[in-house]
């Protein structure tokens, strides 16, 4: 596995317990729907039970707040940040019921209207330590 690129998922530090959980397992997901190859194979413990692969490499949550997180998502909208792959998590989305409401509501938000609960990234290292290298470890 390349350590050229690196995953991060930043969390607003303002969210609650459950809800930063809750961001970060999506944000996850969401990734590791775009990027299959960050997952090992599937592997058998001593007693040969099967267990699920898990990512290859490590993914800090590092804390953020709303305002950063804005800034951050509009700005990887820039041709500069093409190559970031990027998810994002907003108070909508956490809002609704159904996928269809989410994509029915989505459609009419304006983007300066959403509130961003996390942003999950991946690319060049470099380009990411750019991003979040001010940025410490949610804990």
């Not at 998502?73 to 909508?92: A, G, M, P």
Request: hydrophobic residues 35%; proline residues 4%; contains cysteine.
């Amino acid at each position: 596995m390349s350590t050229e690129n690196k995953c991060v998922i930043l969390i607003d530090d303002a969210l609650s317990l459950g809800l930063v959980a809750n961001t970060a397992a999506i944000l996850g997901m969401s990734l590791g729907k775009k990027h299959p190859e960050l997952i090992g194979p599937d592997t058998l413990d001593g007693d040969q039970f099967l267990h699920s692969g898990i990512i290859y490499i490590p993914v800090p949550i590092l804390k953020s707040n709303r305002k950063n997180l804005f800034d951050l998502r509009n700005r990887l909208y820039q041709k500069d940040y093409q190559n970031i792959e990027t998810v994002d998590f907003t108070n909508l989305a956490q809002s609704c019921k159904t996928y269809e409401e989410y994509m029915d509501r989505f459609q009419q938000m304006k983007a300066t209207d959403l509130q961003y609960m996390g942003i999950g990234l991946y690319g060049p290292k470099k380009i990411i330590n750019k991003l979040t290298g001010n940025l410490s470890l949610l804990k």
